[in-house]
């Protein structure tokens, strides 16, 4: 499928160890996709190269209705779904990363959390729970403080670690106040308890 004008999507960087790692722009002259139709689901998808997710062409009842699909038909719907900006549909194809928001609320507090010496692991629900602060951002996460001190506490609980509510909320309410400083490109101190103060 020729797309009328070449696009760039830059996948979202994330962490490897230490290190932040940006993955090389991808460049869209053409879209090639790969449709899948997976009955038991009821879903025909689109999949690109080098992107991890896919995108949903038909699924339930559209799915029921339009019985035996045709390529044509699946070319039309792709080209409906990329819509005017095919470059923000393809990268939202990516995962999201706590990278990508650097100074959103969920990073900052886990910056917080790894200062004290506890790390995410792969099985832990942190990461997940970070990106979805960042990207409710600073005013959802101040309405809702103790949901967050829950999610802690779930965490702390699960690893034998000791945990107090009101350390976590000060944890949480230090992280909205420094976040929403360095989104606002005012001077952060350099020790999170001097945030008390302002």
Sequence with gaps: MNVSTPFTVVPPPYSNGNDVVQPPAITFDSIQPILTDNPLAKRVEARFDRVPLSLTLFEGEEYESIGDWTQAQAE???AERLGDDPA????SLFPKTMEEDPNGPGTVL???????????????????????MNSKGNDWCSENVDTIVGWLREEANRRGLPFVDVIGKLMVNRAIKKSRKLLANEPVPENDEDLDNG
Excluded at 111 to 132: N, P, Q, T
């Design 76 to 78: 039309a719907r792709l």
């Design 88 to 91: 923000k549909v393809i990268r």
């Design 110 to 132: 886990s910056k917080m959390i790894k200062s004290l010496g506890i790390v995410m692991s792969d099985s832990c629900s942190c990461r997940r729970h970070a990106i979805e």
